[in-house]
Each structure stands twice: as structure tokens, then as C-alpha cells.
């Protein structure tokens, strides 16, 4: 057993922990009541984030699920469907919100490691009947958590674009790791966002802050999804000391995001030299990839355990297993993990 007293947690991009200058900022913080006359900090980071994505405003909300969830209430009306892929995050993973709060219909359209094929797209789209519903919005995601971190680049976002203007439809992106894109395209945000009416993104995951999210749009869809925020009891009073970590966030942590790729492309290369098959490093773009369970001769929990033993934390997937780097791992901590899976090799 690992006489490490630090854990390696692979499960997520989730499980930071705020640095000491999140921390400062958050006690530094200039507060006022955000629902009555809007936080001073809350305002700074709307403006922030609203400059990043190239919107024309934004606003702080408690996370990427409410974010998207907004996007939808802003984008469409009740009873009318939403395309979006079959394992796309919002409609997997976000407690059915579209259909029980927005009264959406949800269809879903194959997801090709987070590809939407327009031509599918296009097929799902329902033509005008008066038994049928009308389709309202198409929903994207960038990068694809499912997908294994994939980059969905800008010049296929414009393929879907141009579907939903032949139909006047609106798009949405859930981009809860949209920077991961960025960093890992060398494009800037707006290449990205210019093909969405509105976009949702976690300053919680990868950016490392300790709460929160942002939508941004348009100044009309934003002050709409204002009082959509309020009806789910999102409006905050004294907010600023949750949005000064996300200011930092935004300032300091874009950038770093490359170590995080660069340490999830180092584990996929030593995984996949030690068991042929487990993984495919040549796919591995961000910070987080799928492994091949049964490659490594163990079920997924035996796999769990034994990592658990060498202090590493990993979700228990079979046959896929989802692995997360974040700021919180370093390359000596991959090498650490690589030796562990080395302990599989012994057992064989």
C-alpha cells in the first residue's frame, strides 16, 4: 500500500481546491446586495467573462447545470423540442431539467465522440405539422465530456450554424470546459462562441474556482435568463465573495490549462505503452480521456480498489473509465499513477 498522505483524485476536474490567491480575493472581496443593486465583483466577472466569450453580456450563475439549463429557457418555449446529442452531457447528467423545467421535448441525434453530424442534425429537425411540435433549439458541447475531451473545432460549429439559419433555430453551447478547447486549439474563445446565441461555461472545473458558472448572450437573452435565474432561487445577494475567486480564475487560470493537457496526454502514452489497447493517446486533445477497462485484465472496480490502495481515486466505469487531470495533479503525480497501474502488470 502507497505511504503517500496525498491523494491523487482522477476523477474529476471538479475537486480542486481554491489557491490562496482565490482565497485572499474571496476575503478582499467588495459585496453588495446583487438582487437589489448589483455586486460591484459580481459586475467585474460578468464583464469578464461576457469579453472572453465575445458576448455581449454575461451572468454569474451557481453552476454549468443551471448555466445550460438557462440556455434553454432563454432559447425556446414550452413544448417544443431541443436536438442535442444522445450522450451529451445535459441530456445525460442534468436531471432531466429540460423536460420537467423548461418543457421541452428532448430528440437526440447520434453523438460521434462529441460530433453532431449536420446532416443528422438537419434529418431531426421537424418540419412544420399541426400534430407535431416545432423544434426551438440545437445544443452542442465544447469540449465533449463524454466525447473523452474532444476539441469540436469552430469550422464544424459553422456547419451546424448554418442548419439552424436555414431553420431559424437558435443554438446553444454547453461549453462547461470551453477554455480546455481554447488552450488546446490555440483559437480564441470568440472563434468558438460566434456560432451560438448563448453559451454556458464552469469556472468550477478546470479554471479551478470554487463555484459557479457563466452564461453569456446577448444583452436581451441575458436579461431574460435574469428572472428565469431568480424563478430557480439563483439570484445571490452578496455574491462578490463567490465571484472574486472566479475573477481569478479568468485572470490566472486559461493559460495554466495547457500543464493539465500535456499531463493527460503523459498518462494516455504511458498506459497505453504498458497495455496495448487500454487507450488511444492520438485522440487525446484536453484534460481528460476514456481508458479500456478489460485491457487491464481487471473489472472496473478491482481496477478502482487497487488504485484506492495506492491512494488514487478514480469513478469505477466498466467497460469505459473516465480519467481527469487538473490543476491539483503535477507530472511527478503521473509518474506516481503510472507506477501504480505497473502493479497490475505484477498481479498478471
Known amino acids: 500500500m502507497s505511504t503517500r498522505t496525498q491523494v491523487i483524485d482522477l476523477r474529476s476536474d471538479t475537486v480542486t481546491k481554491p489557491t490562496e490567491a482565490m482565497r485572499r480575493a474571496m476575503y478582499e472581496a467588495e459585496v453588495a446586495d446583487d438582487t437589489y443593486d448589483g455586486d460591484p465583483t459580481v459586475i467585474r466577472l460578468q464583464e469578464m467573462a461576457a469579453e472572453k466569450t465575445g458576448k455581449e453580456a454575461s451572468l ?23 436536438i442535442l446529442g444522445d450522450q451529451a452531457h445535459q441530456f445525460l447528467w442534468e436531471v432531466g431539467g429540460i423536460a420537467r423545467i423548461a418543457g421541452c421535448v428532448t430528440h437526440t441525434v447520434p453523438f460521434h465522440r462529441g460530433w453532431l453530424d449536420p446532416a443528422e442534425v438537419e434529418a431531426a429537425i421537424r418540419p412544420a405539422a399541426r400534430e407535431a411540435t416545432t423544434t426551438g433549439l440545437i445544443c ?3 469540449t465533449s465530456n463524454f466525447g ?3 476539441v469540436i473545432p469552430p469550422e464544424h460549429l459553422a456547419k451546424i ?15 462547461a470546459r470551453l477554455f480546455n478547447a481554447v488552450v488546446a486549439s490555440g483559437q480564441p474563445a470568440e472563434n468558438f462562441t460566434q456560432y451560438v446565441d448563448t453559451v454556458a461555461f464552469c469556472l468550477s472545473k478546470g479554471l479551478g474556482a470554487p463555484f459557479g458558472g457563466m ?36 485572470e490566472t487560470g486559461i493559460d495554466r490549462l495547457a500543464e493539465d493537457h500535456a499531463n493527460a496526454k503523459k498518462l494516455a502514452l504511458g498506459l497505453a505503452d504498458r497495455f496495448p489497447g487500454c ?5 487525446v486533445e484536453t484534460n481528460l480521456f476514456h481508458i479500456h477497462v478489460p485491457a487491464f485484465g481487471v473489472s472496473g472496480q478491482e481496477l478502482a480498489d487497487h488504485l484506492a490502495k ?15 487531470t487538473h490543476c491539483m495533479i503535477s507530472s511527478e503525480d503521473i509518474d506516481a499513477v503510472l507506477n501504480a ?8
Open 148 to 150: 473523452g475531451g474532444t
Open 341 to 348: 497501474f505497473d502493479g497490475l502488470l505484477e498481479r498478471r
Open 140 to 142: 452542442v458541447e465544447d
Open 310 to 324: 495506492e491512494g488514487i481515486l478514480v469513478f469505477p466505469g466498466d467497460p469505459r473509465m473516465r480519467l481527469a
Open 161 to 175: 450554424c448554418n442548419v439552424a439559419k436555414r431553420y431559424d433555430l437558435s443554438m446553444h453551447m454547453d461549453g
Open 60 to 82: 454569474f450563475v451557481v453552476s454549468g447545470t443551471m448555466g445550460n439549463l438557462l440556455g434553454v429557457l432563454v432559447n425556446t418555449h414550452p413544448g417544443q423540442e431541443v
Open 215 to 250: 452564461l453569456c448572450g446577448s444583452k436581451e437573452l441575458v436579461e431574460r435568463a435574469i428572472s428565469f435565474r431568480q424563478m430557480l432561487g439563483g439570484g445571490m445577494r452578496q455574491a462578490g465573495v463567490m465571484a472574486a475567486a472566479g475573477i481569478v480564475a479568468l
Open 279 to 283: 487507450c488511444d493517446p492520438d485522440i
